[in-house]
């Protein structure tokens, strides 16, 4: 599996596109929020000559789905969400309106994701890991073959998710990381919501948060 991460909107979103040898693709958050930042994913999609299969998202928080509408409109392919963070999507047009900023509510139905469940494209098979703390349906997607992690805004190079929005709770999300995403493999690479990249094994010896777990 190969990854190309993007930079988004005015709050740095990492969006990721994973794809394999076969050209299929997903999309991982599509936080963009102008259309100069949708050409320039459509456009690496299309010189890469990937096919979009599904779009997925690691939780509700409007910086990583300012694009999503549009995005399920331009490529019609199925969106998988945690429904518990529905509160989150069906409210950011609210929200990002508060803030100046514009976007589209999501009309799609979404496609549940609970712990566990295999989300595949081409040869590739994608892990979810609901991680609650930063949202309540926080969810990572690990891919165990190729040892990849996206944590989306649970795990950060050297830091951890806020808890102090609607639906967060630090002590779950200290649970979610020290329970399920420290238990993998210190290489498994981590692609995070926000910064840098990282692995666990680093994040497990230096990341501040985890100095008394």
Same mark, same amino acid.
């Given at each position: 599996m190969k990854t190309k991460s993007f930079y988004f909107n005015e709050l740095r979103e #990492? #969006?990721?596109?994973?794809?394999? &040898?076969? %050209?299929e693709c997903v999309v991982i958050d599509? $936080?963009? $929020?102008? +259309?100069n930042e949708f050409d320039r994913l459509k456009k690496y999609i299309a010189t890469e000559n990937l096919k979009p299969v599904k779009i997925l998202l690691t939780h509700g928080h409007f910086d990583h789905i300012l694009g999503l509408e549009a995005a399920w409109r331009f490529w019609s392919v199925p969106v998988y969400f945690s429904r518990l963070d529905d509160i989150q999507i069906k409210g950011a047009p609210a929200y990002c309106s508060m803030l100046g900023l514009n976007t589209s509510p999501f009309t799609g139905e979404g496609i549940d994701v609970? +712990? %566990? +469940? @295999? @989300?595949?494209? $081409?040869?590739? &098979?994608? &892990?979810? @890991?609901?991680t609650p703390g930063h949202t309540e349906g926080g969810i990572c997607y690990f891919c165990r073959k190729d040892a990849v992690l996206f944590s989306g805004d649970t795990l950060f190079a050297g830091s951890i998710g806020r808890t102090d929005h609607i639906g967060g709770d630090y002590e779950k999300l200290m649970g979610s990381i020290v329970n399920k995403l420290m238990k993998l493999d210190g290489e498994v690479s981590v692609f995070p919501g926000h910064g840098p990249s990282t692995n666990i094994g680093y994040e497990r010896s230096t990341n501040p948060f985890l100095e008394t777990y």
């Open positions: #990492c #969006c990721y596109v994973a794809w394999d &040898e076969t %050209g599509p $936080g963009f $929020g102008s +259309d609970k +712990d %566990g +469940d @295999i @989300i595949r494209f $081409g040869n590739t &098979e994608l &892990e979810a @890991i609901a």
